[in-house]
């Protein structure tokens, strides 16, 4: 058999398979373990089938993936052999065979059924480990048929040890590393994750007083919270919180008890164990949930003290706000990078051995002189190619001059004192003092001009007079301007039908390419205007915009036809109710009697009240209870008779025998009552008319208001072109309120939302009509007729008692007053005021009226007022409605976009999550758990999340 030779062995029949009580079938087959030489094995002849099974084991020992057994699966049987028999050579000389019989699965498997807690235990973990690192996969999985799970018996037994000596602890710590050193292929991850107490012992077993441990147990955790495992988080959690309430401590705590530890390693991997439970969850709420426990654990009082930072902490931060300041440049910043390194790598990599002292000195000695040569660019390299050459040429120059001042000096001898140069000629380009060969001198100054030197060029001539189009100059006759350019597409101008009062022009008739829903306006033709009317005067062409009408155009066409919907109000019946007055005479007493007896006044003192016009005393709604429950003349007179029975008779009785004696009681009273409410009265009128008359002149004084009616004549004509009211010179303004009924074409808009919308972007002034119209809303719920009634009552009132004044009878008692303080005068004067603010306002809403060609036979100014306050109101909700639209409108865009970003950050965590788990190299599937810690340790794990919220956008890196 082939146990030896790379854990190759013939497989059995099924029935001498062992059972595997720690797991399910593996995918590995089962094989005998008879020790075999290579020489027995190459003289027995095996079966096909044999062979093949063979070679299936060497490839999986080989690690190979699909894509490379296939093609290996396709050579001939005698290959395959020749394969397999090379590969158990190989094996065999390179001596793992020999190291493998030493050991095996089986007898690791032996050394722990035993149960043994003491130094063999140790000494059989610590080789456990090393072979399940060095070893194949092949002998992993064969060990983990059953060796797992005694594995994690030996683990559950350690931790439930009360007495945790030294032996106990290193056992368990042996434990862990073999483990992690299971998991260190995809097979043993799958192993571990699938096995439902191994996240429960590991959690169980994190104890922050074994800190080399606690580092591997939560390193552990960490990377299997990031393998991307169905539920994997779930079961991390729920095993971290049995395991909490069996210490009876928080789920978190020990976690968060590790970073206080002094151990670097392990404060780091806590930290690795927390961002890999927070960042693991898609949840928001749930990342903050847990974020939130960590906090209450804890970690909010830790944090400021694990996160301090070396006393150099200033420096290394200027240092990378200077890196910040590199210009970005593609050529430049790769040699700007080159040039810091080499200083850094001078500085820290110093010559002498040790570290340099620059208290003494402020100089600093960097050689980069050999990288000067390469930081010249190709627009440098130009610039110092022309200036070597003209530095040569100047040299050249200095010699020439100087062999000239030579000969000079020799023909003439040396320059007399006193004598100044000239500053002609090319005595600038003489050196100055102490400018060696190889230094730049500064540029020369442009020579002055000689009496030998060329005047300059004259100035250009005058350019030519500007040519139209035809050739010729603007302004000088020529070939006449060409024809103006046509209107907007689709408009033209319609001939006149007929004369048009007034100096009117003709509409434009507008001829849109689709056919446009219709404007419902009541239209007014031009013979109704007057001069002075609005829409003589109104100049709607002005708001044209081409923009604007093709917008028009898309939002109200006629293409899409959606289903109308009526709106059904519910009609409220209102009961009136009637109050039934029965006049008869026992109900008479009846009422007189609760009359009386709700005052409680002596009879006397009422009579006295009512003849000296005491208004402290006397009341409105004492008067109209008394008139209203007095008896009649005759029965008062009647009464009068009874003057010596009085004590006979019942109480209402003897009222009416004392109120006998006043004379003309009643229109007393009555007139008494209309003192008491006529500034009443007043009050109530004198608003209504003064609201009415502002509203007027605010509807006709408001600029805001005629550009919305000039901007709706001309969107209603450009949708109305070719129907009876087309070229429409003005409209009823109760048409205003019809704007909401004009459905857009996809039925999500109406045409008052759309003009709204266009004086939001383009006439924002128009807007302010709202503002303007201050007292509309209280003279739209004033009543003509009611108001024209009430003064109409009152002239009565005036006239009844002035009358009554006429004709009352000299007083005969001395308390009688009711002459003297009577207030006719100034009632009348008051009446007189506001009879005049009437008929000024009868005179401003007709104005009104007629300055938009309304009917009054037709429209009462309630009926406009209200209309107009309606639109109003209609025009500031359409404002709410759209901004409410565009407020929803970008809540979903950036909904929309925020889920967009979510699904692709989510696929790329998944992508990245199996990239983790994929194969360092092709077809390898060892090291699975080291790329894990890995990532985890260079923080490739959470990556992602923290390109959710960039701090700022765009750095320019």
């Given at each position: ?28 087959t089962?094989?005998s ?12 002849q095996l079966?096909?089938?044999e062979?093949?099974?063979?070679f299936e084991?060497?490839m ?8 490379k ?7 001939d049987?005698?290959t ?9 050579s ?17 007898e690791?498997?032996?050394d ?9 235990l ?9 072979s ?8 992993v999985?064969?060990f ?17 040890t009360?007495?945790?000596?030294r032996?106990?602890?290193r056992s368990?710590h042996k ?19 699938g ?9 169980k ?7 080399n441990?606690?580092?591997d147990?939560?390193?552990l955790?960490?990377a ?9 988080l779930?079961?991390?959690l729920?095993?971290v919180?049995v ?17 206080q ?8 991997a ?5 961002n ?18 960590f906090m209450r ?8 003290h ?10 290394f ?17 790769p040699?700007y ?6 200083c850094?790598s001078?500085i820290?990599?110093?010559r002498?051995?040790t570290?340099?002292d ?7 000695d960097?050689n ?13 390299f130009?610039?110092h ?26 023909q ?27 230094q ?15 005047p ?17 100059p ?32 003709p ?15 009541s239209?007014?033709?031009?013979q ?6 609005f829409?003589?005067k109104a100049e709607?062409d002005?708001?044209e ?15 899409k ?22 006049v008869?005479d026992?109900?008479?007493a ?18 006295m009240?009512?003849l000296?016009?005491d208004?402290?005393?006397l009341?409105?709604?004492m ?7 007095l ?6 007179n009647?009464?009068?008779?009874f003057?010596h029975?009085?004590?006979?008779l ?5 009222f ?11 229109p ?12 009443e ?13 502002a ?9 805001s ?5 000039e ?27 019809k ?13 008052l939302h759309?003009l ?13 009509f709202?503002e ?5 809303d ?11 009634k ?18 009352f ?8 007053k ?18 005049r603010?009437?008929e000024?306002m ?10 938009y ?5 037709k ?6 007022l ?8 209609m ?12 407020e ?6 950036r ?10 950050e989510?696929l ?15 077809g ?10 890995e990532?985890?340790q ?5 990556r992602?999340r ?12």
């Amino acid at each position: 058999q082939l146990d030896r030779f790379a854990s190759i062995r013939i497989p059995r029949s099924k029935k001498e398979r062992p059972p595997l009580p720690h797991m399910k079938q593996s995918h590995s087959t089962d094989w005998s373990s008879t020790p075999m030489d290579l020489e027995d094995f190459a003289q027995k002849q095996l079966s096909e089938r044999e062979i093949i099974a063979l070679f299936e084991k060497m490839m999986e020992d080989m690690n190979l993936n699909e894509d490379k057994k296939m093609p290996l699966r396709e050579k001939d049987f005698n290959t395959k052999k020749e394969m397999v028999m090379q590969y158990i050579s190989t094996a065999s000389k390179s001596g793992s065979l020999k190291n493998s019989r030493k050991i095996s699965p089986q007898e690791f498997i032996q050394d722990l059924k035993s149960g043994s807690t003491d130094e063999r235990l140790v000494t059989c973990l610590e080789s456990l480990r090393v072979s399940l690192t060095s070893n194949p996969v092949s002998w992993v999985e064969n060990f983990g048929q059953e060796g797992l799970g005694l594995l994690l018996d030996v683990l559950e037994r350690l931790v439930e040890t009360k007495n945790q000596d030294r032996l106990v602890k290193r056992s368990q710590h042996k434990v862990i590393q073999c483990l992690r050193a299971f998991m260190n292929n995809k097979y043993g991850l799958e192993r571990i994750l699938g096995e439902e107490r191994s996240l429960l012992l590991l959690a169980k077993a994190v104890d922050p007083k074994q800190t080399n441990m606690m580092t591997d147990i939560v390193k552990l955790l960490s990377a299997m919270c990031i393998v991307g495992e169905e539920n994997i988080l779930e079961k991390i959690l729920e095993a971290v919180t049995v395991a909490a309430e069996e210490r009876n401590v928080d789920r978190f705590s020990p976690i968060v008890e590790g970073l206080q530890d002094n151990s670097v390693q392990l404060q780091v991997a806590c930290m690795q164990l927390i961002n890999a439970l927070v960042t693991s969850p898609d949840d928001l709420d749930f990342r903050l949930h847990i974020r939130n426990e960590f906090m209450r654990s804890g970690l909010k009082e830790i944090l400021p003290h694990i996160m301090d930072i070396f006393l150099a902490e200033g420096y290394f931060l200027s240092i990378l706000q200077h890196l910040l300041l590199i210009r970005n440049d593609y050529f430049i910043r790769p040699q700007y990078f080159k040039l810091i390194e080499e200083c850094v790598s001078q500085i820290v990599l110093h010559r002498s051995g040790t570290d340099p002292d620059f208290t003494y000195r402020k100089r600093l000695d960097i050689n980069f002189s050999h990288l000067l040569g390469k930081y010249y660019f190709e627009k440098d390299f130009v610039v110092h190619q022309e200036t070597q050459a003209l530095l040569q040429k100047k040299e050249e120059r200095i010699s020439e001059l100087e062999t000239e001042l030579q000969a000079f000096k020799s023909q003439y001898g040396s320059v007399p004192p006193g004598f100044v140069p000239s500053t002609h000629g090319d005595a600038s380009v003489v050196p100055l003092e102490g400018a060696g060969p190889h230094q730049f001198p500064p540029p020369p100054p442009p020579p002055l001009p000689s009496n030998g030197a060329i005047p300059p060029p004259p100035p250009p001539p005058p350019p030519p007079p500007l040519l139209n189009s035809l050739g010729a100059p603007l302004g000088f006759g020529g070939a006449p301007p060409p024809p103006p350019l046509p209107g907007l597409p689709g408009i033209q101008w319609s001939p006149p039908s007929c004369a048009l009062p007034f100096g009117m022009k003709p509409k434009k008739e507008f001829k849109p390419e689709v056919t446009m829903k219709r404007l419902n306006w009541s239209k007014i033709r031009p013979q109704e205007m007057t001069e002075s009317c609005f829409w003589v005067k109104a100049e709607e062409d002005k708001y044209e915009n081409a923009d604007m009408l093709c917008k028009l155009e898309l939002t109200f066409c006629c293409q899409k036809r959606g289903k109308e919907e009526e709106d059904f109000e519910e009609k409220k019946s209102i009961k009136k109710r009637i109050k039934e007055l029965k006049v008869l005479d026992p109900k008479i007493a009846q009422n007189l009697s609760i009359f009386l007896g709700s005052f409680r006044v002596p009879y006397e003192e009422i009579k006295m009240m009512i003849l000296e016009v005491d208004e402290t005393h006397l009341s409105e709604s004492m008067i109209q209870n008394l008139i209203k429950h007095l008896p009649e003349q005759e029965q008062l007179n009647a009464l009068s008779k009874f003057k010596h029975e009085y004590n006979n008779l019942s109480e209402p009785e003897q009222f009416g025998v004392v109120m006998s004696n006043v004379k003309r009681l009643r229109p007393r009273l009555s007139a008494i009552l209309f003192k008491l409410q006529f500034e009443e009265q007043v009050n109530n009128i004198k608003p209504d008319i003064m609201a009415v008359s502002a509203a007027c002149e605010e509807i006709k004084k408001s600029k805001s208001f005629s550009k919305l009616l000039e901007l709706v004549l001309l969107m209603g004509n450009y949708m109305n072109a070719g129907s009876r009211n087309a070229q429409t010179f003005g409209y009823n303004l109760s048409s205003l309120c019809k704007l909401k009924d004009t459905k857009s074409a996809d039925q999500k808009t109406t045409l008052l939302h759309f003009l709204v919308e266009v004086c939001e972007e383009s006439y924002q002034d128009v807007l302010n009509f709202v503002e303007d119209f201050q007292h509309l809303d209280k003279a739209s719920k004033v009543s003509a007729e009611n108001l024209e009634k009430s003064l109409k009552h009152m002239e009565r009132q005036l006239q009844q008692l002035e009358k009554d004044l006429q004709t009352f009878p000299v007083p005969e008692d001395k308390h009688d007053k009711f002459v003297v303080k009577i207030f006719l005068v100034h009632a009348k004067e008051d009446f007189q005021k506001l009879s005049r603010m009437h008929e000024n306002m009868e005179k401003l809403y007709q104005n009104v009226m007629g300055y938009y060609a309304i009917d009054l036979k037709k429209v009462s100014v309630e009926e406009f007022l209200t209309d107009l306050n309606n639109f109003r109101v209609m025009f500031m909700q359409a404002v709410k409605e759209n901004m409410r639209r565009r407020e929803a409108e970008e809540k979903q865009r950036r909904a929309k976009v925020a889920k967009e970003k979510a699904e692709k950050e989510k696929l790329e965590r998944q992508q990245k999550k199996k990239r983790l788990l994929e194969m360092k190299t092709e077809g390898e599937e060892t090291g699975v758990m080291d790329s894990l810690l890995e990532a985890l340790q260079s923080g490739a794990a959470f990556r992602d999340r923290r390109r959710r919220t960039p701090r700022s956008k765009d750095h320019g890196t």
